[in-house]
């Protein structure tokens, strides 16, 4: 069998050309939101959000979806990408909202590039929410003051996806009680001008959390909640014919790799970072392109393909404490 890793080799020697050469990333077939498998009780959960005007929180182990969902929401309303938010451990509520940059002000003021009554919409970039809420008014009931800060054209409604808000301050949840119920928000840089989402075009907000840490009571209060359960076998093999079209779910490929993600995510063989649903797709992805559609046939127990899954397990192991584990774990399987 050939070489299956033919790009880097490590040999010290140049390969020029070769980076031009690279395929696009495996990882882009993932993308498509018209593929993502939705279950019937967060289906449930986004009408119940939709019908009462409130975020949808989802909480999951990361890989389970969370954040892709988002995405087929907006596509199967016709609502283009949605706008998105990463939440980061320095976050604070306004940043959802807004960012405005006082340090460049001063610094323009400093160097002579603006004047100390420079207006201070210059300053202000308007952040996902805060674009959501824009979107949903009529350009004539905008402020003259925001003017070459908004998208224009007609209202309409955006889905907006607040992503991993657990990684924050607890005080960014606290924060955000009035502004997440009633879909305003406040620039005090602009005379505390306030602006409202138009009811009738409210943002769809769609919120993750992995759970590393408790949400306050009053923000969940404020919010419908679904937890995306870790799918069994039936729903993983239902998830990659979706996902993945050209992998028959009865395939010996796709039964062994689903067969083997399992086995590495029993509690017997203790991993401390268990593979994700998402790890799993790409992987599949990988082992296709490494074997070949004959594996489809042949499966994973083959004497040669031994060699290739072991050095595509970095795909699914993320943790030098489990590396050895899951070879061992691998070992055996393929033995058995």
Known sequence: MSEPFAFFRGDRQQQPGVAD??????????RQPARYLVEEGLRDACNVALLLGQPLLL??????????????????FGLGEPLVHEVKSTSVARDLFYHYDALRRFQDIQSGLAAADAPASRYLTIN????????????????????GLTEGGAPRRSVVLVDEVDKAPRDFANDLLNELENLYFRLPEL???????????????VLTSNSERDLP???LRRCVYYHIAFPDRQRLE??????????????ALTRDAIGLFLELREPRNRLRKKPASAELLLWLLTLRRLLGSSADATGLKVAEHHA?????????????????????????????
């Open 21 to 30: 050469r690279l395929p696009p990333p495996l990882s882009s077939q993932l």
């Open 59 to 76: 909480t999951g182990e990361p890989g389970t979806g969370k954040s892709r969902f988002a995405h087929a929401l907006a596509w199967e």
């Open 128 to 147: 996902a929410l805060g674009q959501a809420i824009l979107r949903s008014l009529a350009p004539a009931d905008l402020p003259a003051a925001l003017a």
């Open 191 to 205: 005379g505390d001008l306030k602006l409202q989402a138009d009811p009738q075009r409210l943002p769809l907000l």
């Open 217 to 219: 009571d009053a923000f």
């Open 238 to 251: 239902q998830i990659v014919a979706l996902q993945l079209p050209d992998f028959p779910a009865e395939s």
């Open 308 to 336: 290739i899954v072991l050095r595509s397990l970095s795909g699914l192991i993320k943790t030098a404490d489990d590396r050895d584990q899951a070879q061992r774990v691998v070992n055996q399987w393929l033995a058995g």
